[in-house]
């Protein structure tokens, strides 16, 4: 069937080339409903398309508790928007004299049913179904009201606040607009909100994203390209971007070895990052070595367990405190 499905057609003067994707199911007679069948066809089709398309997969039971599980998941997320089951922790940011000079914000759910949930567990599926867009702008009003807070402390008020941003966020027509609300809704400097964004937000739909990353630095917002190494940017492409900073990642320096191709990338990442006027950090430092290791390289602002996990609010302003004291 494939094979002939794959088989070229004109239509008109175009010739025009097909390809299928196939799902099949087992059964014997009387074993099941006929609409049970067609479900666990469509659901192998599913997994035929997921494999690459033009193939054919057979129905797995593993295949429907799969899809269960996901049911479940987005239900629950559902119920954790309208229950505002969701809280930030926060992740220092340092210089080289191990000064904080700002902070990650770190979305956590406190999922009733299976206890604390860090984002790899919930945002994929948060990010296929939409529901992204609502607990994106929870955490960039959490963050701005977080900033607004710091910003009557002599302490704090100087702390820049970094918050990650979905494809599907920074995509909406409005989204520019809804930063500037946020930020004048909360009384904040937009000097102390950075935007994290990935290569492939950027890199997907250049032409439409720029005006928008525009539009925000214009107002003082910063921009962070985190993951920085691990995509296709090219210089090129890092010329027209409204950039503040790169984000080295941690595949770079977790394994120190004798081996110099990662400190020649990392050397390079740099030297683009200065040609630029760019800053740059590098997160997951975990270790005094790695430290070492980027600073010789030139890199002086880290993020990692070595100067703090993740941690809520109060945690992170009592650290703060102990340090400046």
Known sequence: MLDALNQPYHLGRKQITNTS?????????????????FQQADLAMFQAKKAGRNTLRFFEPYMQKAINARSALENELRNAIRLNQFFLHYQVQVDHMQRP???EALIRWANPERNLML??????VAEET????????W?????CAQLSEWAREETT????????????????PDFAAQIKATLQRHGVNPARLKLE?????????????????DDINSIGVRFSLDDFGTGYSSLQHLKRWSLDQLKINQSFFRELTDDGNNKSIIHTIIAM???LNLDIIAEGVETEEQREFLENTGCVRYQGYLFGKPVPISQFNSMLEIQSA
């Open 21 to 37: 994707s196939i799902g099949i199911t087992l059964f014997n007679r009387n074993q099941r409903e006929l609409d049970e069948l």
């Open 157 to 172: 008020r100087d702390l820049v606040l970094s918050v990650n941003v979905s494809a599907k966020q920074f995509r909406q």
């Open 101 to 103: 000079f700002g902070a």
């Open 139 to 143: 955490v960039l009003d959490t963050a």
């Open 197 to 213: 964004i990935t290569e492939s937000i950027l890199l997907n739909d250049i032409e439409n994203i720029i005006p928008i990353m």
């Open 119 to 124: 984002p790899a567990e919930f945002i994929p």
């Open 130 to 137: 939409g529901l992204i867009l609502n607990i994106g702008h």
């Open 273 to 275: 990052a200065q040609s």
